[in-house]
Nanobody
Framework: QAQLVESGGGLQQAGASLRLSCAVS????????MGWFRQDPGGEREFVAA????????KYADSVKGRFTISRVNANNSAYLQMNSLKPEDTAVYYC??????????????????WGQGTQVTVSS
């Protein structure tokens, strides 16, 4: 089992930045593909970004490409999501997720075995 704990959410104005963190325990972090998803009220949980085990390969949803950056520090057992140029439509609960799939950076929720509890991000206009 892996435990994932997100932090760093909050309230920001449009155009501002936020950095989310995800601390992982219980599994060998460097073996996990990591992803970020988000869900707004009444909506489905949607893919935001994913990163390979070494951090050299990343994948983004079109809606955040060029504004968000996913990263990881294996020595710290942590993944991050740097969010710049925030928009009101970025408002959602953001979830960190870990995949046991060793080869594919998937945008599908079903590929991720472990999830954090989520952290709220609210962007005002």
């Amino acid at each position: 089992q892996a435990q994932l704990v997100e932090s760093g959410g909050g309230l920001q104005q449009a155009g501002a930045s936020l950095r989310l963190s995800c601390a992982v325990s219980g599994r060998t972090f460097s073996s996990l593909i990591m992803g970020w998803f988000r869900q707004d009220p009444g909506g489905e949980r949607e893919f935001v970004a994913a990163i390979s085990q070494s951090g050299t390969i990343t994948k983004y949803a079109d809606s955040v490409k060029g504004r968000f950056t996913i990263s990881r520090v294996n020595a710290n057992n942590s993944a991050y999501l740097q969010m710049n140029s925030l928009k009101p439509e970025d408002t959602a609960v953001y979830y960190c997720a870990a995949s046991l799939n060793r080869w594919i950076l998937s945008s599908s929720r079903s590929e991720y075995a472990y999830w954090g509890q989520g952290t709220q991000v609210t962007v005002s206009s």
